[in-house]
C-alpha cells in the first residue's frame, strides 16, 4: 500500500465531518461500481480475433493416399509463386517430412517416450501425443496470429491413421481453434487408383461425407495420384448416379446392392463440395487445387462464419444480460443501504482490508504462483519467448 492510499483514509477522520466522510464513501463506491463494469464487460465472451487470411488448409486422408507427399507439393508451389505458406505438422508418428515444417508436434512430444510412459500401443500412442498438444494448442494459435499479415495460407499435416484426427476429440479441438479464428478447409486426399472400384469409392466417400458433417467446414475432394490413374471416371460417378450404379451391378453381392442405394443418398453430399484431380508427385492439377481453396475460404465467409458469429451474438447477449442484471442488484442494494454496506456486499472491500492484513501471507502466495507456474511444462513459454526475438525463424518447437 503506498502513501496516496494512507492519506485518502485518514482525511475523513481528520476533517471530522460525517457528510465529507459520506461523499467520499459515495466516491469510492462509483470508483468501485465502474470498475465492475469493466471487469462485467471484459469477462464476457468477446468476439473472437477473428482474421481473414491466413486461410487454414486441413489435409486429411486415408493411410497411404499421399497427404505427406501432397504437403511437399503444395509447399513447393507456394514457394515458385510467391505464395506465403506455413506448414504444420500435426503426425507424431512420421519418421521423416519431405518439407520443412514451421511447426512440428515431434519437437513437442515424443511419440514413442508416450508410447513407454502410458504403456500404449502404437495408436494408442499417436492419440495420446495429439491430446497432449492439443491441451497446448492455444499457443499454436497465437504464434499464427503474429505472423497472420505475413501468411496467405497455413497448410496442416495430419496423423496417417485418419480416424486419430477426424474422430477424436483433439482433432475436433484443433479443427475448431482453428476455424474460429481463421478461414478453414478441409482437404479430403483419395487415392484414386484405389477407388475405381466402385464399393471402395463408395466407401471412401461415406467418410468424406462425415468429416463433411462432423466440421462443419467447407470440403475439398482432392483425387490425389493422377499421374497413375485419371479421376474422371469419380467426377462422372458423383454426377450421375445411374453411372456409378451401372458400375457397381456388375458385382452381384449384397454390398454391390447397398452401395447402389447409397449412391442416391449421397447425392446432396455431392453438391457441397468441390473436387479436383491432383498428383503429389508430378505437381498436376494444384492451380486448379489453390482455386478451388480460395472459392472454399469464399463459401466459409458466407456460410459457416455467418453461423459462428450468430452463434457467437447469442453468447455475447447473455452475457451482457447477466451483467446488467448484476449492475441493477447492486444499484438496488445501494438505494437501500444509502451507500453504506455496499462495498462490503462486493467482497472488494473485505478484500482490500485483508490484503493489508495479510500482505506478507500474499507474497507468500505469490512466489508459490510463480514456482507453479514453472512447473506447468512451461518450455513452451520460453520458446514463445525465443521466437519473439526472433520473428523470422524459420522452424519454431515447442516442448512439453
Ligand atoms: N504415383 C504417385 N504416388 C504418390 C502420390 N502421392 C503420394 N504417393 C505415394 O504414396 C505413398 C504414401 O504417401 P504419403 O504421402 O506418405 O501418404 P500419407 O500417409 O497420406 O501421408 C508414398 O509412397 C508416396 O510416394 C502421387 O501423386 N502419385
Ligand atoms: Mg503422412
Not at 501432397?70 to 506448414?87: E, F
Not at 442405394?261 to 468441390?274: A, G, M
Amino acid at each position: 500500500m503506498d502513501a496516496s492510499d494512507n492519506a485518502s483514509r485518514n482525511e475523513p477522520m481528520q476533517m471530522d465531518s460525517g457528510a465529507q466522510a459520506k461523499d467520499k464513501e459515495k466516491e469510492e463506491l462509483t470508483e468501485t461500481m465502474n470498475k465492475l463494469h469493466i471487469e462485467g464487460s471484459s469477462s464476457g465472451i468477446q468476439t473472437p480475433n477473428f482474421r481473414r487470411k491466413p486461410v487454414i488448409i486441413i489435409v486429411v486422408g486415408m493411410a497411404g493416399s499421399g497427404k505427406t507427399t501432397l504437403l511437399h507439393r503444395l509447399v513447393c508451389h507456394t514457394h515458385l509463386s510467391n505464395i506465403r505458406g506455413y506448414v504444420l505438422n500435426l503426425d507424431p508418428a512420421v519418421m521423416t517430412l519431405p518439407y520443412a515444417a514451421n511447426i512440428d508436434i515431434r519437437d513437442t512430444v515424443k511419440y514413442k517416450e508416450v508410447m513407454k510412459q502410458f504403456n500404449l500401443g502404437p495408436n494408442g500412442g499417436i492419440l495420446t501425443s495429439l491430446n497432449l498438444f492439443a491441451t497446448k494448442f492455444d499457443e499454436v494459435i497465437s504464434v499464427i496470429e503474429r505472423r497472420a499479415d505475413q501468411l496467405d495460407y497455413v497448410i496442416v499435416d495430419t496423423p496417417g491413421q485418419i480416424e486419430i484426427f477426424t474422430w477424436s476429440a483433439s482433432g475436433a479441438i484443433i479443427t475448431e481453434a482453428f476455424a474460429s479464428t481463421f478461414p478453414t478447409v478441409v482437404t479430403y486426399v483419395v487415392d484414386t487408383p484405389r477407388s475405381e472400384n466402385p464399393t471402395t469409392f463408395m466407401s471412401n466417400m461415406l467418410y468424406a461425407c462425415s468429416i463433411l458433417y462432423k466440421t462443419r467446414l467447407p470440403l475439398i475432394l482432392a483425387f490425389n495420384k493422377v499421374d497413375v490413374a485419371q479421376h474422371q471416371f469419380a467426377l462422372e460417378w458423383m454426377e450421375d448416379f445411374e453411372a456409378f450404379q451401372a458400375a457397381a451391378s456388375s458385382d452381384h453381392s449384397y454390398t454391390s446392392t447397398l452401395t447402389q442405394s447409397l449412391s442416391l443418398v449421397l447425392d446432396e453430399f455431392y453438391n457441397n463440395l468441390k473436387s479436383v484431380g491432383v498428383s503429389a508427385v508430378n505437381g498436376a492439377g494444384i492451380e486448379a487445387f489453390f482455386k478451388a481453396v480460395e472459392a472454399s475460404a469464399e463459401e466459409y465467409m458466407e456460410t459457416y462464419k455467418a453461423d459462428l458469429d450468430k452463434r457467437h451474438g447469442e453468447k455475447q447477449r447473455l452475457e451482457e444480460e447477466r451483467r446488467r442484471e448484476n449492475m441493477d442488484k447492486l444499484r438496488r442494494d445501494m438505494e437501500k443501504s444509502g451507500g453504506e454496506n455496499v462495498v462490503l456486499s462486493t467482497g472488494l472491500k473485505d478484500k482490500e482490508t485483508s490484503k493489508s492484513k495479510s500482505m506478507i501471507d500474499e507474497e507468500d502466495e505469490e512466489e508459490d504462483e510463480e514456482m507453479d507456474d514453472d512447473d506447468d511444462l512451461g518450455i513452451y513459454s520460453e520458446e514463445e519467448d525465443a521466437i519473439d526475438e526472433d520473428e523470422d525463424e524459420e522452424v519454431d518447437r515447442f516442448h512439453f
